[in-house]
């Protein structure tokens, strides 16, 4: 809530960049919309811009970059600029080239993702910590240590003289629209400057790839909109700011206005009942004891063939992790495992779809390794 605040104050402080904006101008901008009788009570609590760099330990450049990425990457991305320089002091240029081209010779690709990253190094330190005499010496950094080490995924990429997302892609694939071309098509549907979040609303009803942000930060690709608009002597788009508290539902933008365009590509259009099957491919295919979870997923889901497998993203937005996980189980019980820590999950069979197998029996089938239950 702190970072969305940042971003709302900091469009109003300066419209044309909100990224540029400076603290002065941001902590006069507060003061006007705390008099503001409609904003008053959303922005009371905002503190100072000087408050805010102390409080994440950021310099106020980094904090306005924050505030204008989507909220689903700004935990991950703080937690990568605040986490302690001693913390991989043992990583190396040398040491991440190792990692990647290890990783890439492997699956034999001349490029990588992050999610097929994390899958094959989890799966080569899981034999490295099954070998009795010689293992638990493997050292492979997460990626998000190599991130921070490199200071981008495609730096990392080219220190390892492999393929960037940039170079790999657009080879094979249909042109995708770039963050410039959907903002100007989301302000041609709806007349104002949309936030990231409704950004992203708007591509995925539309059928439309939301861009990499790895190019291009949502921040930055409002600025170049902004200044080639005001070059081509078009009007600024507006900004709205919207009363948030009880009550107060946020509109929907996901609604297919056919803002798609022929030839271009496009999106493939997930239903929940086909990402509860995708979901019971990935349960099906884990080991026995292993627990189902929601990076998991994504790790497995990065290894599959293209478009084979909804992303994590879309089955958010269709309900969550939890409701679709159980909606694959109930649809085919024979992928219900016990893989938790917890008690075993309730399975159905077919013969007896009214009853479900104790707690007690799915414990014991657990513990013995056996399928008594099947």
């Known amino acids: 809530m702190l970072l969305r605040g ?23 901008a507060a003061d006007a919309l705390r008099s503001a009788d409609t904003h008053g009570s959303e922005h009371a609590a905002l503190p100072p811009a000087r408050r805010i760099t102390e409080r994440l330990g950021l310099s106020w450049r980094d904090v306005l970059a924050l505030a204008h990425e989507p909220e689903a990457r700004q935990a991950q991305l703080l937690g990568v600029k605040t986490r302690a320089p001693s913390a991989a002091d043992w990583l190396t240029a040398e040491h991440v080239v190792g990692a990647l081209q290890l990783v890439a010779a492997r ?101 439309v790839p939301y861009p990499s942000e790895r190019a291009q930060r949502f921040g930055a690709a409002v600025t170049e909109w902004r200044r080639q608009r005001r070059e081509a002597g078009l009007p600024q788009p507006r900004v709205v700011t919207r009363a948030g508290g009880r009550g107060h539902k946020a509109p929907d933008y996901s609604a297919d206005i056919g803002a798609g365009r022929v030839g271009e590509q496009r999106r493939a259009k997930w239903t929940r009942a086909s990402c509860a099957a995708g979901v019971a491919r990935y349960l099906a295919q884990l080991p026995t004891g292993e627990r189902s979870t929601e990076r998991g997923y994504a790790d497995w889901a990065a290894t599959q063939p293209r478009g084979a497998a909804p992303a994590m993203s879309t089955i958010l937005a269709l309900g969550g992790w939890e409701a679709v996980r159980r909606e694959a189980i109930a649809d085919d019980p024979f992928v219900c495992r016990a893989s938790t820590k917890r008690a075993a999950i309730s399975c159905r069979t077919p013969a007896t779809a009214d009853q479900t197998v104790s707690k007690a029996s799915g414990l014991a089938g657990a513990v013995g390794g056996g399928s008594a239950s099947t």
Do not use: M
């Open 107 to 207: 699956l034999e690709k001349d490029s990588l993702t992050t999610g097929a990253y994390r899958a094959e190094r989890t799966r080569l330190l899981a034999v490295d910590r099954a070998r009795w005499l010689h293992g638990r010496w493997l050292l492979l950094p997460d990626d998000e240590q190599v991130i921070a080490a490199a200071g981008s995924w495609d730096a990392a990429l080219r220190l390892a003289e492999l393929k960037t997302t940039a170079e790999h892609g657009p080879a094979r694939q249909p042109a995708a629209p770039t963050l410039i071309d959907l903002l100007e098509r989301f302000h041609d549907a709806h007349g104002f400057q949309p936030s990231a979040r409704e950004l992203r609303a708007f591509a995925r009803g539309n059928g």
């Open 6 to 28: 940042v971003r709302e104050v900091a469009a109003h402080a300066n419209p044309d960049d909100p990224t540029a904006a400076t603290q002065r101008a941001f902590d006069a």
